[in-house]
């Protein structure tokens, strides 16, 4: 089995209880990544799940650690990403909220 | 339970959902109350203060039994300097008794407790359910279709979108899209735990009793932003808000202000030795008045964060009321039978008569100090540094001295005459109070 790559965020988000879902709920359409100049997905979203691949020229969608914010829908400046929540009590389960 | 009929369906089982599924459940309704969470709170975030109104009306004497971690009896207001901080405070054992200055609360106890008052009058709760879909017909909505796969179908009389600020019935319904970048703040909260005995000697407090610290000035790099630590029990709640808008113009990751506001000089002490035992976020409406999209629209009736109703510092008891009078409207539809389009514009009219909307009117300018206000977050914060530094050193040179570099500093930073505009105006929008 291969190790998932390890970042820095994940330090942060090991206290938070997950029901991860097999499937992806962030739908990104990447048709315009390339020439979106700044990206503000990769740095608006609080958990870092968007990662821009220099050399794939795509990006890599960490969706396990999502809290279902919704940053990313509404600052895409292409209007590209949905967020459609996880299913039945599935993804982010906050203890204290 | 595939396409049955309410009178009412409420998605979101928040402080709006749960206020407007409660109100209609006592008037004897059907309500079908829909939580997309495992449990209520499981996927909320707040700062962390409810309020005693409109809550009492709904559960009197609810402080004898409500999940309530702290109550508030210690307001603090900082102005963070780059590394220091002015601070106002007012203590009042007045504001303990009953819950008058607010209580701490955490999601996932409080709203768990909150629904199952709305259980106990007769609504039906429904959790781990997000609803995927709305039902139209002949122009307005008529039901919700829920989750994936099952195709579970509700339909009913009126829809209470009870939904968040990513609000999917409002969308799926065309009432509004999602919010635009400058009508939300992005917040971020940790919870951090400590031993209550050390909550109560660090921030000077009874048992039982609690403290709300407010910052403002200095929190994100210049923009627009807060910063927030409240005490609970045994934990605090230490979060920052920052305007999604300004975030963008920062280009900086939102942990990254969280983390140099909890090393802030003024801040760090206050968290020193506690353990993180949550990471959340969440959307913030930061919009005010005219970011509330229509209440009532083809059969829905917005509330809470759907509806775009907070105003700093204040969310859930809007959320509350908001959803008390979609519950009334509902209501009087019920007693006559009519539930057109027309006869839930009640609800309308009921928010435009109402400490909300007074309260929005009041601060109309409220998005305008956040988006254009950088006087508040950079150059009063600097001016009240400079000052208080040279004031407070003694060091042989005469107060009058001092006094007449202050008016310089204030002269030469701001200028006489926004400060005197602001002080009639825009700072009343920029306070908590």
């Known amino acids: 089995?291969?190790?998932?790559?390890?970042?820095?965020?994940?330090?942060?988000?090991?206290?938070?209880?997950?029901?991860?879902?097999?499937?992806?709920?962030?739908?990104?359409?990447?048709?315009?990544?390339?020439?979106?100049?700044?990206?503000?997905?990769?740095?608006?979203?609080p958990v870092d799940d968007y990662v821009w691949d220099p050399e794939l020229k795509r990006l890599t969608v960490f969706y396990e650690g999502c809290v279902e914010c919704g940053a990313c829908v509404v600052v895409c400046p292409y209007h590209k990403i949905a967020l459609d929540y996880p299913p039945a009590g599935r993804g982010v389960n906050f203890r204290f909220g | 339970m595939s396409t049955e009929k309410f009178d009412a369906i409420v998605v979101g089982a928040g402080p709006a959902g749960t206020s407007a599924a409660l109100t209609m459940a006592k008037g004897g309704l059907s309500v079908a109350l829909i939580e997309r969470g495992e449990s209520p709170g499981a996927k909320n975030v707040f700062g962390g203060v409810v309020y005693k109104w409109p809550l009492e009306e709904m559960i009197p004497k609810f402080w004898e039994k409500a999940p309530i971690e702290r109550k508030i009896i210690d307001h603090r207001m900082v102005i963070l300097g780059k590394d220091s901080g002015f601070s106002v405070s007012y203590k009042d054992d007045y504001l303990g008794m009953e819950t008058r200055g607010g209580f701490t609360a955490l999601r996932s106890r409080f709203d768990p407790w909150f629904a199952q008052q709305a259980e106990e009058a007769g609504a039906t709760l429904v959790t781990s359910m997000p609803v995927s879909e709305v039902i139209e017909e002949g122009g307005r909505v008529v039901g919700i279709r829920a989750g994936r796969g099952k195709e579970n179908e509700l339909y009913a009389q009126a829809i209470v979108a009870a939904d968040g600020v990513m609000s999917t019935v409002l969308q799926k319904a065309g009432i509004r899209g999602p919010p635009a970048a400058e009508d939300v703040a992005i917040g971020l909260k940790e919870v951090i735990e400590l031993p209550s005995d050390t909550i109560e000697s660090r921030f000077n407090l009874k048992r039982g009793y609690g403290a709300r610290l407010d910052y403002l000035g200095s929190v994100a790099r210049g923009k627009s932003g807060g910063g927030f630590v409240y005490t609970n029990s045994n934990t605090l709640s230490v979060g920052i808000a920052v305007l999604l808008s300004h975030l963008l113009e920062l280009r900086c990751k939102p942990y990254e202000i969280l983390d140099e506001f909890k090393s802030h000089p003024v801040v760090a002490p206050l968290l020193e030795g506690g353990r993180v035992k949550e990471y959340q976020a969440h959307l913030i409406p930061e919009g005010g008045l005219q970011s509330i999209p229509p209440l009532a629209s083809r059969g829905v009736l917005a509330v809470g964060d759907a509806a775009m109703l907070c105003l700093y510092p204040e969310g859930t008891n809007m959320a509350m009321a908001s959803g008390v009078m979609a519950g009334k409207t509902i209501l009087e539809s019920k007693k006559t039978g009519d539930f057109s389009i027309q006869r839930l514009?009640?609800?309308?009219?009921?928010?435009?008569?109402?400490?909300?909307?007074?309260?929005?009117?009041?601060?109309?300018?409220?998005?305008?100090?956040?988006?254009?206000?950088?006087?508040?977050?950079?150059?009063?914060?600097?001016?009240?540094?400079?000052?208080?530094?040279?004031?407070?050193?003694?060091?042989?040179?005469?107060?009058?001295?001092?006094?007449?570099?202050?008016?310089?500093?204030?002269?030469?930073?701001?200028?006489?005459?926004?400060?005197?505009?602001?002080?009639?105006?825009?700072?009343?929008?920029?306070?908590?109070?």
């Open chain 1, 1 to 45: 089995m291969v190790n998932p790559p390890s970042r820095k965020i994940d330090e942060r988000l090991y206290v938070n209880r997950y029901n991860v879902h097999s499937e992806n709920h962030l739908h990104v359409d990447q048709s315009k990544c390339q020439e979106c100049r700044d990206k503000p997905c990769t740095f608006s979203c």
């Open chain 2, 345 to 433: 514009m009640l609800y309308e009219r009921l928010m435009k008569e109402s400490y909300i909307f007074k309260e929005h009117s009041r601060k109309k300018n409220y998005h305008n100090v956040l988006t254009s206000g950088d006087r508040f977050n950079t150059d009063y914060p600097d001016a009240i540094t400079e000052i208080m530094r040279n004031i407070l050193v003694v060091d042989g040179v005469d107060r009058g001295t001092k006094h007449a570099a202050a008016r310089k500093v204030i002269r030469d930073k701001v200028g006489y005459v926004r400060v005197l505009r602001d002080l009639y105006r825009d700072i009343w929008s920029a306070l908590p109070w």
